[in-house]
T-cell receptor, first 113, second 115 residues
């Protein structure tokens, strides 16, 4: 257990479904991140939240919608995904954005069918 | 553009042998450099980091890395690997990238250990 908990660990969803990924940390960190890890590609930064405010959106399609209700929780809402969205989605946190002491969760393995 | 290159996608070494994983970066200023390890089904764990000072940095699990500015490299080494070191290893560079503080990762090197 790293201090960053992601649920669910595995998710299979159809292209018309709506689902959400959850990330939770109780490390007292103020920045949270979503990364996408696809096979044979580098980790892609998707979103950054710093003190609950979104500070980075790396041209992510609107079918991915993040939500950060407080500094401890981060969600990624998914709807009408495509098969190429199948990947491992990693959440990370750090003291604040720009502080590189990232703690990663174990990820959610998403399969879109 | 800032980037990180790990030239070796997959490396196999025998248990007890020495290991060196290569990492080259492209960044305009002095970078912050990191090595992470990812075991199957797990997230990334920080092995070590370089911010400034001594260019040879020690990390957890017996790993070390050396920053060589002239070669834009930050190679990871271990004198004697253990079967439990089998995992994927990621090099990353942190800094001001496209107007924001970011961590950019390489594609990773998968390490297999032969008994």
């Amino acid at each position: 257990e790293t201090g960053v908990t992601q649920t669910p660990r595995h998710l299979v969803m159809g292209m018309t479904n709506k689902k959400s990924l959850k990330c939770e940390q109780h490390l007292g960190h103020n920045a949270m991140y979503w990364y996408k890890q696809s096979a044979k590609k580098p980790l892609e930064l998707m979103f950054v939240y710093n003190f609950k405010e979104q500070t980075e959106n790396n041209s992510v399609p609107s079918r991915f919608s993040p939500e950060c209700p407080n500094s401890s929780h981060l969600f990624l809402h998914l709807h009408t995904l495509q098969p190429e969205d199948s990947a491992l989605y990693l959440c990370a946190s750090s003291q604040e954005a720009g502080n590189y002491g990232y703690t990663f969760g174990s990820g959610t393995r998403l399969t879109v069918v | 553009a800032q980037s990180v290159t790990q030239p070796d996608i997959h490396i196999t070494v025998s248990e007890g042998a020495s290991l060196e994983l290569r990492c080259n970066y492209s960044y305009g200023a002095t970078p912050y450099l990191f090595w992470y390890v990812q075991s199957p089904g797990q997230g990334l764990q920080l092995l070590l980091k370089y911010f400034s000072g001594d260019t040879l940095v020690q990390g957890i699990k017996g790993f070390e890395a050396e920053f060589k500015r002239s070669q834009s490299s930050f190679n990871l080494r271990k004198p004697s690997v253990h079967w439990s070191d089998a995992a994927e290893y990621f090099c990353a560079v942190g800094g001001l990238i496209q107007g924001a503080q970011k961590l950019v990762f390489g594609q990773g090197t998968r390490l297999t250990i032969n008994p």
